[in-house]
């Protein structure tokens, strides 16, 4: 009933950027928290970055001052602009969304399928 869709991964060379988009689409009444996290190979699914519906950021330390995640909440939209990449920034970066689909029924946490980013040394 609601879908996530991440676009903007790709190959990068290390010190480059690159800006990961995560539309959510369906039945939504109000998204509450979205967010980023990333599964490098062999290494269990790690929390990169979330926004709450008012702004409010957290970010993990690995990516602090590096990468900065914002939201369109008119788009239903998370992005997340990863500058000053390294080799071990690389994984399947996922986006998630917090969607209440009612008034009265408690939020859901929903996962796109994932974009690959590549940052090569």
């Known amino acids: 009933q609601v879908q996530l869709v991440e676009s903007g991964g790709g190959l990068v060379q290390a010190g480059g950027s690159l800006r990961l988009s995560c539309a959510a689409s369906?039945?939504?009444?109000?998204?509450?928290?979205m967010g980023w996290y990333r599964q490098a190979p062999g290494k269990q699914r790690g929390l990169v970055a979330t926004?709450?519906?008012?702004?409010?950021?957290n970010y993990a330390d690995s990516v602090k001052g590096r990468f900065t995640i914002s939201r369109d909440n008119a788009k239903n939209t998370v992005y997340l602009q990863m500058s000053s990449l390294k080799p071990e920034d690389t994984g399947v970066y996922y986006c998630?969304?917090?969607?209440?689909?009612?008034?009265?029924?408690?939020?859901?946490?929903?996962w796109g399928r994932g974009t690959q980013v590549t940052v090569s040394g």
């Open positions: 998630y969304a917090d969607v209440m689909m009612d008034s009265l029924t408690p939020s859901i946490k929903y």
């Open positions: 369906g039945r939504i009444f109000r998204i509450n928290a």
């Open positions: 926004i709450t519906s008012d702004g409010s950021t």
